[in-house]
């Protein structure tokens, strides 16, 4: 199967919260799995990836952790701030090049 | 260094005309994705090229859609006689000629309308 499930599809969090999306996927070809970032009329602009030789990955304020057992993996953004507010994207890759394939996006909106 | 490079941006089409959508790759990039983002949905991958080469076109409707990388100029997505379902926003991604699984750099997409 080639789908990434995501979720929620909407979140909301207060300026200064954590905000955690997650995603799992299905095919254990895959072996990149980027996030996605994206603003109303733009396109998406990597924020984050790992592969699946570490559980973790941290880049300032956004953490992926990765859990290869449970084909699952999240992305936590700490003291979430009103210009977080955007669609995020988890993706995924390997077996095809770099083709991605992506998850349904989530919403997320931070409140001031 | 400039980013990839799609337009235009906004095209509006009646329906049974044609939509061209262009996509210059980073420079030193050789590798072209092309994605479809239907309104309040994720990015469906349609096509991957490479110049002169169609690497995997599975995701491409089989009627009406066409896409080429030609040795020189831009990337096209080619849809003929387009329905109102075609509205949607394309997008074209670009990688660079060493290895899979690197980057992908997005541009801004075309925002197709027919009306």
């Known amino acids: 199967q080639q789908q990434v499930k995501q979720s929620p599809q909407s979140l909301i969090v207060q300026k200064g919260g954590i905000s955690i999306i997650n995603c799992a996927y299905e095919?254990?070809?895959?072996?990149?799995f980027p996030w996605y970032q994206q603003f109303p009329g733009k396109g998406p602009a990597l924020l984050i990836a790992?592969?699946?030789?570490?559980s973790e990955k941290k880049e300032g304020r956004f953490t992926i952790s990765f859990n290869k057992s449970a084909k699952q993996f999240s992305l936590h953004i700490m003291d979430s701030q009103p210009g977080d507010s955007a669609t995020y994207f988890c993706?995924?890759?390997?077996?095809?090049?770099?083709?991605?394939?992506f998850g349904e996006g989530t919403q997320l909106t931070v409140n001031p | 260094n400039a980013g990839v490079m799609q337009n235009p941006r906004h095209l509006v089409r009646r329906r049974g005309q044609e939509a061209r959508l262009r996509c210059s790759p980073m420079?030193?990039?050789?590798?072209v994705y092309w994605y479809r983002q239907l309104p309040e949905e994720g990015l469906k991958f349609m096509v991957y090229?490479?110049?002169?080469?169609?690497?995997?076109e599975s995701g491409m409707p089989k009627e009406r859609f066409s896409a080429e990388f030609p040795k020189e100029g831009p990337s096209i997505l080619r849809i003929q006689q387009v329905v109102r379902g075609d509205s949607a926003a394309y997008f074209c991604?670009?990688?660079?000629?060493?290895?899979?699984?690197?980057?992908?750099?997005f541009g801004q997409g075309t925002r197709l309308t027919v009306v």
């Open positions: 993706a995924a890759s390997g077996d095809s090049g770099s083709r991605l394939t």
């Open positions: 095919n254990t070809a895959f072996d990149y």
């Open positions: 420079k030193g990039h050789s590798h």
């Open positions: 790992i592969r699946p030789d570490v």
């Open positions: 991604a670009s990688s660079p000629l060493w290895g899979a699984r690197t980057e992908a750099f």
């Open positions: 090229l490479q110049k002169e080469n169609i690497i995997d």
